[in-house]
């Protein structure tokens, strides 16, 4: 399967050595660095390498540790024959439908980066600083939410990598991408103080990994009997799951996580994963089904459900779900439902009993009750071909907004949802993976409620996975094919326009009215990067609007 792969960040045969070189030069024997050469792959067994080096063989993720100076020929060699190979991948591409999971992409250009993204940052700086005081270390103490920073934009409500890296003052990073740009990364650090650790996934899995920086508990006692917030405790699982070194992980108990007490992490895993001590090698424990019920309750969208009522914004009532993606998988209402009701705070039962339970005896039926009401309280918000036809880049720089003209003109697709993503920073795509869920007004003061979701995941089953009944012991199981993870903010205030938008248009006949305003509530919060009312892509069976799709690229 995929995650049995090797994958080749650097590319070429000369990986083990370059990973020799490495950890000589960069790391020493103080951590530990993983790698194996692709052209391995069908090998079994760890290979050996040096004191305080585990070889990891058959595995989906490499962590490398890297000095730019000692190695730049055989960087920039490894440089030249990758970009060879993805201009072949590409090529082979044309005329195809995507995988499952995101499909391996070309580059987009760097110099003048045509996507927006949100960065979630509590604390933005990602590493450990020791030279400045804490006021200055942790300048968002409390944590926010920003943009990138876009080049040729005014500079506001967003923020620019060397300002997240603060590379000056930086001692060690963890990067994950499912893209690099080696030269780009490599400027933005300061190699001769900082140690890098890359989590480098194979290129049909997507992922994305939440950094953060949180004080450091300098007294020992304290650090021994720290205990993390579920925040703490969920990014560590979802650590651990990937296989990240023990060492590091148990290293988070080293800081104060108490201001993350008021957000959630959330996450959706391909496989378990295990560094076992007597053999040192990565063991999958499943390949993308969980089975195991403290397992699959805290990732996918039963996570999700789950992680809404903890932290108390669970609803018994009708909500509104808003939800920016840049790609899209075969969708239908069972996955909107199953989503639908996690924002609620349902562990992922309600959808599954209706779907597998005796009461449905037609199967084409969807579990959605009155789906005209249920649909009409969501909107999802994806590029149409003339937005991206727009854009700076035009239709050549669309490469990783990806959806299919097939589901889309499947009978399962609820259309009806979909709205076109426009940018409010002009001809600049998003590639934001958003939710805004809002509570209906409560008390005497009408005050609104809700919370947003910045992420990675996008609106597919294979990020949010599907729960299906195991043919062996015949209770639930969560399918999911892809890693990823974000956080959840709630947001509170006590103004009330969010539901009496004066300008709001066209209200379907069951859901909410739209408006410039409808999402006000979180503009303190998170910044609202689409502009509203989304236009719609069908007005009842007349089809207004053509999404973008991938084979168009």
């Known amino acids: 399967m995929a995650s049995n792969r090797a994958v080749e960040l650097n590319g070429g045969d000369d990986e083990e050595e370059a990973l020799r070189q490495a950890i000589a030069m960069s790391l020493g024997d103080a951590a530990s660095v993983h790698a194996r050469d692709a052209n391995d792959a069908k090998d079994s067994g760890p290979s050996p390498g040096p004191s305080g080096v585990t070889s990891l063989p058959a595995m989906s993720m490499s962590l490398l540790g890297l000095n730019r100076r000692k190695m730049e020929e055989e960087r920039l060699a490894r440089l030249k024959k990758r970009k060879a190979e993805t201009d072949l991948d590409a090529q082979e591409l044309e005329g195809t439908s995507p995988p499952a999971r995101r499909p391996k992409l070309m580059k987009v250009p760097t110099a003048a980066p045509s996507f927006d993204s949100i960065s979630y940052s509590s604390n933005t700086a990602a590493g450990e600083k020791t030279q400045f005081p804490a006021a200055v270390r942790l300048p968002y103490p409390k944590g926010t939410v920003l943009k990138t920073w876009v080049h040729g934009t005014p500079r506001r409500d967003d923020i620019k990598i ?8 930086l001692e060690l990073a963890v990067l994950s991408s499912y893209q690099w740009d080696e030269e780009w990364l490599m400027a933005k650090l300061n190699m001769g103080r900082t140690r890098v650790l890359l989590i480098a996934f194979a290129p049909d899995e997507a992922t994305m990994v939440f950094l953060i920086d949180l004080p450091r508990i300098e007294d020992p006692a304290k650090r021994a009997t720290n205990t993390l917030t579920p925040f703490g405790a969920e990014l560590q699982f979802f650590l651990k799951a990937q296989g990240v070194e023990q060492k590091m992980v148990a290293s988070l108990q080293n800081y ?3 201001e993350t ?3 959630g992490f959330l996450h959706t895993m391909f496989e378990l994963r295990s560094l076992t001590r007597s053999h040192t090698v990565l063991t999958a424990f499943s390949g993308g089904s969980h089975s195991n019920m403290d397992v699959w309750q805290r990732t996918g969208y039963c996570g999700l459900g789950r ?6 914004l669970d609803s018994d009532s009708t909500i509104d779900m808003d939800y ?4 899209i998988g075969a969708v239908n209402s069972d996955l909107l439902t199953a989503l639908y009701n996690a924002c609620k705070g349902d562990s992922g039962m309600k959808e599954y009993d209706t779907r597998t339970g005796r009461q449905r005896k037609k199967k084409d039926v969807s579990p ?3 789906q005209k ?6 909107r999802v918000y994806y590029p149409s071909r003339e937005t991206v036809r727009q854009s700076r880049g035009g239709t050549n720089s669309a490469g990783t907004i990806s959806f299919q003209a097939k589901w889309w003109e499947s009978e399962a697709f609820p259309s009806e949802v ?10 600049v795509l998003i590639h934001s993976k958003i939710i805004f869920v809002r509570r209906p007004l409560s008390g005497n003061d009408g005050s609104a409620g809700g919370w947003a979701y910045v992420g990675s995941h996008n609106l597919s089953e294979s990020a949010w996975g599907r729960l299906v009944k195991d043919r062996n012991t015949g209770q639930p199981k969560l399918n999911a094919r892809n890693w990823e993870c974000g956080v959840l903010t709630p947001v509170s205030t006590s103004r009330s326009t969010l539901m009496e938008d004066p300008k709001a248009d066209g209200a379907p006949p069951h859901g909410t009215p739209e408006g410039p305003q409808m999402l006000e509530l979180f503009r303190d919060v998170v910044p609202i990067p689409i502009k509203l009312p989304g236009s719609r892509y069908r007005d009842g069976d007349e089809a207004k609007l053509r999404p973008w799709f991938y084979s168009e690229n």
């Open 368 to 370: 959605a009750t009155n």
């Open 162 to 169: 060397e300002e997240v890296l603060q590379k000056d003052d």
């Open 324 to 327: 920016i993606c840049s790609s």
């Open 418 to 427: 979909l709205r076109d993503c426009k940018n409010v920073r002009p001809g």
């Open 307 to 312: 992680t809404v009522k903890a932290l108390g």
């Open 373 to 378: 009401d249920f649909l009409g309280h969501i």
């Open 261 to 263: 007490s008021r957000y």
């Open 256 to 258: 104060d996580f108490s």
